[in-house]
C-alpha cells in the first residue's frame, strides 16, 4: 500500500506534493513526510506521524523551497506508525532521500552485509535498507544514481515503487518498479510521479504507466530515460489519461462515501453503455466476444478476488451457474496462491478487483497463467497491473473510488459479471431467449430503481441511531443475497469498527443462533424470491428469540413487514438483479453508523484502499 509522489521542474515542489499526498491518503495514512533539495542543494526531510495535516503543520514553519522533491503516506508493513519509521529515508551520508511503496522480503539478509560495512540504521524499516544499498552501491562502484539503483534492485527479492533524491544531482529523480503501482506524467520541461494518477491530473493529461522491473531517469531538459533493472533500453508509452479533476472531488456531499455511493444511478449507466444497446435486446462485451471459444470450451470457471471483489464473485457464481451452466470456484486469491490448485489449458479465470492492483489477486492471476489457463480480469483504474497481465477482461468505468469502504466499484463488478453470464448463456443457448431479454430490459431500469432506493436515505439514516449501542450484527441472506449480507457485513465492520458476520440465513440454526438476544440487531436480505418463505422462517426464529430484525423487501411485501422490527422497501426486479438493488441499504445503513459514531468513515483506521502487500 502507500502512496508516493514526486515532482521535478520549475514549480515549488511542495505544495504539488502535499496536494498529491492528499489525494493518495486513501492508500495509507499511518504517517507521512515529504523531501525537498533546497535552492542550495541542502536536502531536507520532514515527517509526521499520522495523516498528511500533521505533516503540514510540523512543516509550517521549515524551509519548504525547492523544485524537486518526494512525498510518502504510509500504511506500515515493517516497524510501527512513527515518524521515525516514516519515509522519505535517508542513507547513511544523508546524501540521498527515498520513499517506497511494497516490501523488501529479503531486507534482513541485506541488512546484514551493510551492518558488517559499517551501515547503521535508524528505523526498523525495509525501505532504509534499499536507500542504503544503493548508496553503498554509489560509492563503491564509482556509478551514477540510475545504475547504482539498478545494481541495487538485482539484488532485491519483493516489490517495489520507489524515488530517490541525490542531493549531488538536483536536476535528476530516479524512480523504479515491481510489483507496486507508478505512473510518470509529463509536463512542459517538469516531470510528476505518483502511484495513480490522480495527483498528476490537474497538470498534465500524458502519462506512462511504468512497467515491472523498469528503472527511470527524470531528467529536467531531457525526454524520459527507461531501462530495464538490467540496463535494456525501452521505449517509452504515453498514454493519455480519462480521468477528470471533479470525478476526485467530493461534490458537496460529506464523505467520499456517501458521494459514492449516490454516484451509483450514474455508474452502472456508465458501465453499461454501448454494452447494452438502446432497444435493450442484446449486451455486446467485447472482451467476451474476441475470446468467445475460450469461454465456451471451459470446462470450469475460476473466479479469484479479496473483499468486496470476492463477494462480486460469489454473486457472479450463482449467475455463471445459472445461465450458462459452466462450473463455477470461487476463491480467495491468498489463499488459491498458495494452495497448490489444479488448473487446466481450459480453464477460463476471472480476476476481480477495483484498484487492479491487489497483490493477492495479481499473484493468483500470475499462478493460474504460468499453468496456461486464460485470464479475463474485471477491473476499474484503466492502465493497473491486472488488467495489464490478463489476456482479456471488461472495465468497469465508475471513475475514482475514493471511500476506502467500496460501494459503486461493487455495483458494477455484479452488473459486468452478470453481463458476461448472459453473454456466455445467450451463445451456449443454455438460457432462453424470453429470460435473456427480461433481464437486459430489467438492468436498464436498474438505475432509476437504485434511485428510489437512495430516496430512504433519510430514513436509514434516523433509525441508524438507534443501532450504535451494538457491539455485534448478525447479516443473512439466501442464494444470490447471501453474498449481499456478507458484504454488508464487510461495510459495517470496516468504517464502524462493529463486529458483524455474513451468513447464508439457513446456517444460523447450525450455530449462530446461539448469539440471539434483544441486544442482537439481525438484518436480514429477503426481498421476494426464490427462498422467500424460507427466509421468513428464519425470521421467525430471530424473533422468538428477541432478535430485532431489520429487514430489507420487495416494495408492497407484507408478510415480512408484519414481523420485522424495521423494513427497507426496495423495488421488485429480476432475482439475479436483487443483489445491486438490496446492497444499497446495507451500504448507507452502514454508512450512517459510522457517522454517529463520530468513525472516520473515508478512511477507516488500520485499513488502506488498495492492497499491494501480501
Ligand atoms: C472493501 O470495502 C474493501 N475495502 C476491500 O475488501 C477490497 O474490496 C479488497 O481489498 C479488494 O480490493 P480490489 O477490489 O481493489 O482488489
Redesign the pocket.
Same mark, same amino acid.
Given at each position: 500500500m502507500c502512496g508516493i509522489v514526486g515532482y521535478i521542474g520549475k514549480r515549488k515542489a511542495y505544495p504539488i506534493l502535499i496536494k498529491g499526498l492528499h489525494r493518495l491518503e486513501y492508500r495509507g495514512y499511518d504517517s507521512a513526510g515529504v523531501a525537498l533539495i533546497n535552492p542550495d542543494g541542502q536536502l531536507n526531510v520532514y515527517k509526521a506521524k499520522g495523516k498528511v495535516a500533521e505533516l503540514e503543520a510540523f512543516a509550517a514553519d521549515k524551509d519548504i523551497s525547492g523544485t524537486i522533491g518526494i512525498a510518502h503516506t504510509r500504511w506500515a508493513t515493517h516497524g510501527e506508525p512513527n515518524t521515525v519509521n516514516a519515509h522519505p529515508h535517508y542513507s547513511e551520508s544523508e546524501r540521498l532521500a527515498i520513499i517506497h511503496n511494497g516490501i523488501i522480503e529479503n531486507y534482513a539478509v541485506l541488512k546484514a552485509g551493510l551492518q558488517g560495512e559499517g551501515y547503521s540504521f535508524k528505523s526498523d524499516t525495509d525501505t532504509e535498507v534499499l536507500v542504503q544499498l544503493i548508496e553503498y552501491t554509489q560509492i563503491n562502484q564509482h556509478v551514477d544514481l540510475k545504475t547504482a539503483v539498478q545494481l541495487a534492485l538485482q539484488q532485491v527479492i519483493g516489490a517495489y515503487a520507489i524515488a530517490v533524491l541525490d542531493k549531488e544531482h538536483p536536476d535528476t529523480l530516479v524512480v523504479a518498479r515491481k510489483g507496486s503501482p507508478l505512473v510518470v506524467g509529463i509536463g512542459e520541461n517538469e516531470y510528476f510521479l505518483a502511484s495513480d494518477a490522480t495527483p498528476i491530473v490537474e497538470y498534465t493529461d500524458r502519462v506512462i504507466y511504468i512497467d515491472d522491473e523498469e528503472v527511470v531517469s527524470l531528467r529536467i531538459g531531457e525526454d524520459v530515460d527507461i531501462t530495464t533493472i538490467g540496463n535494456v533500453q525501452k521505449t517509452p508509452e504515453i498514454k493519455r489519461l480519462e480521468l477528470s479533476l471533479s470525478q476526485l472531488e467530493k461534490g458537496g456531499y460529506p464523505h467520499f462515501m456517501l458521494k459514492e455511493i449516490f454516484e451509483q444511478p450514474r455508474t452502472l449507466t456508465d458501465s453499461m453503455r454501448g454494452r447494452v444497446n438502446v432497444r435493450q435486446d442484446n449486451i455486446a462485451l467485447s472482451g467476451f466476444i474476441d475470446n468467445k471459444e475460450r469461454f465456451l470450451n471451459a470446462k470450469r470457471i475460476i473466479i479469484t478476488?479479496?473483499?468486496?471483489?470476492w463477494h462480486a464473485g460469489l454473486i457472479a457464481m450463482y449467475a455463471i451457474e445459472e445461465f450458462a451452466q459452466i462450473p463455477v470456484e470461487v476463491e480467495y486469491s491468498s489463499e488459491f496462491r498458495y494452495r497448490k490448485p489444479v488448473i487446466h489449458k481450459d480453464d477460463v479465470v476471472i480476476a476481480?478487483?477495483?484498484?487492479?492492483?491487489?497483490a493477492d489477486?495479481l499473484a493468483a492471476i500470475q499462478l493460474a497463467k504460468e499453468k496456461g489457463a486464460f485470464i479475463f480480469s474485471i477491473c476499474n483504474v484503466v492502465g493497473a497491473s491486472i488488467p495489464r497481465v490478463s489476456d482479456s477482461g471488461c472495465y468497469t468505468h465508475v471513475g475514482p473510488e475514493i471511500g476506502?469502504?467500496?460501494t459503486k466499484?461493487f455495483t458494477a463488478q455484479v452488473t459486468a459479471l452478470t453481463m458476461l453470464a448472459l453473454c456466455i448463456g445467450r451463445e451456449k443457448g443454455t438460457i432462453s431467449r424470453e429470460k435473456y431479454l427480461d433481464i437486459v430490459r430489467e438492468l436498464g431500469q436498474i438505475p432509476d430503481k437504485i434511485e428510489r432506493v437512495l430516496g430512504q436515505n433519510k430514513r436509514i439514516a434516523d433509525f441508524a441511531k438507534t443501532f450504535t449501542y451494538a457491539q455485534n450484527f448478525i447479516y443473512l441472506g439466501r442464494g444470490y443475497n447471501f453474498p449481499v449480507a456478507m458484504e454488508g457485513a464487510? %461495510?459495517l465492520k470496516?468504517i464502524s469498527y462493529i463486529h458483524a458476520e455474513g451468513y447464508p440465513a439457513a446456517e444460523m440454526k447450525h450455530g449462530p443462533i446461539a448469539l440471539i438476544s434483544q441486544e442482537m440487531p439481525v438484518v436480514v436480505v429477503a426481498p421476494r424470491c426464490g427462498t422467500y418463505e424460507k427466509v421468513i422462517s428464519n425470521i421467525q426464529e430471530i424473533k422468538a428469540r428477541k432478535g430485532r430484525v431489520i429487514a430489507i423487501v420487495t416494495e408492497g411485501d407484507e408478510l415480512v413487514s408484519r414481523i420485522a422490527d424495521y423494513v427497507i422497501e426496495v423495488p421488485a426486479t429480476e432475482e439475479c438483479l436483487t443483489p445491486l438493488l438490496t446492497v444499497i441499504p446495507l451500504q448507507l445503513l452502514a454508512y450512517h453508523i459510522a457517522v454517529v459514531k463520530g468513525c472516520d468513515v473515508d478512511q477507516p483506521r488500520n485499513?488502506a %484502499?488498495?492492497?499491494t502487500v501480501e
Open positions: 478476488a479479496c473483499g468486496t471483489s476481480i478487483s477495483q484498484s487492479g492492483e491487489t489477486t476506502v469502504a467500496s466499484a464487510l %461495510k470496516e485499513l %484502499k488498495s492492497v
